[in-house]
């Protein structure tokens, strides 16, 4: 099996940064692309950015040049670097990872199990 652990989520004031990040782990072959989502309350979940193993990183137009996506191919974790926070980027965010399993080699997706991020002031 595969497991998707998130941290970094919290409460902050308009204009702050946050860190979130995701470690992947188990029965792993390869990785394809991880990316991170958001669901806010009354809303269907979005994409905030995705990063391919060989590809260009797409991010939402609402976050471009605030947000930024970086991952650590040795280490299987995906972070997101989030800054100049607006209360719109209020939601609860999920880790995505596609991959291929070892063993079975089955081309999956993964969830992490969430992370709320508020921002209020």
């Known amino acids: 099996q595969v497991q998707l652990v998130e941290s970094g989520g919290g409460l902050v004031q308009p204009g702050e940064s946050l860190k979130l990040s995701c470690a992947a782990s188990g029965n792993i072959f390869t990785i394809y692309t991880m990316g991170w989502y958001r669901q806010a309350p009354g809303k269907q979940r979005e994409l905030v950015a995705a990063m391919p193993s060989g590809g260009s990183t797409n991010y939402a137009d609402s976050v471009k040049g605030r947000f930024s996506i970086s991952r650590d191919n040795a280490k299987n974790t995906v972070a997101l670097q989030m800054n100049s926070l607006k209360p719109e980027d209020t939601a609860v965010y999920y880790c995505?990872?596609?991959?291929?399993?070892?063993?079975?080699?089955?081309?999956?997706?993964?969830w992490g199990q969430g992370t709320q991020v508020t921002v209020s002031s």
């Open positions: 995505n990872v596609d991959l291929l399993t070892g063993s079975t080699y089955m081309r999956l997706t993964y």
